[in-house]
């Protein structure tokens, strides 16, 4: 006569845990290997159901794996909106201006981002005027060094086609 491994006695299973409720993938495969060493010798289990509960099984780890890649890739994600948004710092944005009379565009100004703030819940870029502007706000992102380069490249562009 075969013996039950004494590790799955309910006092041991019961005192065994963290709180933790769920069953695992180690926990499914050791009630499988426990229902396979111990079944009726005159009544095996049949292959069919064998292939069904390692396919269970398979699935679950499979289900577990995705979950936890799932979770480290939205954890990952979820990045506060001020390391969010520090990579703009010492660019050169473009926003519009309001009319206030009318509420529409009056014009389109741009500044040198000097650093990333949140406030009450907004991510607001502080500019070197000091001015505040909605990260939702922004229409063009430019690096100051491309901008002065191209400037330069344009004086010369047109002066080299006026000949």
């Known amino acids: 006569m075969t013996k039950i491994d004494p590790s799955f006695y309910l006092q041991n299973q019961q005192t065994r845990g963290s709180g933790d409720s769920s069953l695992g993938k180690d926990d499914f495969l ?34 577990t794996n995705m979950s936890q890649a799932f979770q480290s890739f939205s954890q990952s994600q979820s990045l506060p909106p001020v390391i969010q948004y520090s990579h703009l710092i010492g660019k050169e944005v473009s926003y519009p201006v309001l009319d206030e009379e009318t509420g529409f565009v009056d014009r389109i100004e741009t500044g040198v981002v000097q650093s990333v703030n949140q406030k009450d819940g907004k991510t607001q870029l502080e500019l070197e005027g000091g001015q505040f502007v909605n990260v939702f706000d922004i229409q063009k992102v430019r690096n100051e060094a491309e901008q002065e ?5 344009q004086v010369e562009d047109s002066s080299g086609t006026d000949e």
């Open 30 to 63: 050791k009630i499988l290997m426990a229902q396979i060493q111990n079944q009726n010798p005159l009544d095996p289990m049949k292959d069919k159901e064998f292939i069904s509960q390692m396919t269970q099984f398979s699935s679950l780890e499979q289900m």
């Open 149 to 153: 380069s191209s400037e330069d490249g």
